[in-house]
Every structure is written in C-alpha cells, then in structure tokens.
C-alpha cells in the first residue's frame, strides 16, 4: 500500500495546518504573560480572549488530528505532525477551558 504523504494535500490543507499552529501558539504566549502578571490579568484574558466555541472548535480540530494520526496509513513524518497537532490543540483547549471556568466569574463580576 503506498504511503500518503502531507504536502500530497496541496497549499490549502498545509495552511489550515499552519493556521491552526499560530493559533495554539498565540494563545500559549497570551497564557503564559497573563500567568506572569497575575491573577487579574488571567482573569482578564479568560473573559475577553477565551471562548467557548474556540475551545469546541481546539477539541474537534485535535482530535480530528488524532485520528487521522493513529488510523490512517501516512508516512512517519505525515503520522508525526498530525499527532503533534493533535495534542497541542486539545492542550490549548484543556488550558483554555480551565483558565475560563476559573477565572472568567472573577472578571465579571466587577
């Protein structure tokens, strides 16, 4: 059986990929400041860039990722970026719902 490779997809999946990573990425940058400056600045964060549906959307892009890692027949390379995705996703989604659910009444209730 031959092996699927990722660039087979074209552009347009490689920059959902790309587009998907910035977005894990920006929002561990904007965790990880918040964290540096306090409780207030999470709480902050949790009521104005943290939502619900982006934390629905971070759970079903990873575990689609998951999926097509451990069920489908890619190469290592291919099987290694979805799997990586995957869990860096479902990572900021978990992050994201607790800093939401902890933080966010704080926020808004002053």
Do not use: P, Q
Not at 15 to 21: Q, S, V
Not at 46 to 52: H, P, R, T
């Amino acid at each position: 059986m031959n092996k699927i490779d990722i660039f087979s997809y074209g552009w347009i999946y490689d920059a959902i990929l790309l587009m998907l990573f910035i977005v894990a990425a920006v929002d561990c940058f904007g965790i990880i400041r918040s964290i540096k400056e306090g409780r207030e600045e999470l709480a902050e964060y949790a009521a104005l860039c943290v939502k619900y549906l982006k934390i629905a959307m971070l759970l079903f892009a990873g575990g689609f990722f998951l999926v097509v890692a451990f069920t489908y027949g890619y190469d290592t390379a291919t099987t290694l970026i979805h799997g990586f995705m995957g869990f860096l996703l479902i990572a900021d989604a978990i992050a994201s719902l607790v800093i939401k659910i902890k933080y966010s009444r704080r926020y808004e209730k002053k």
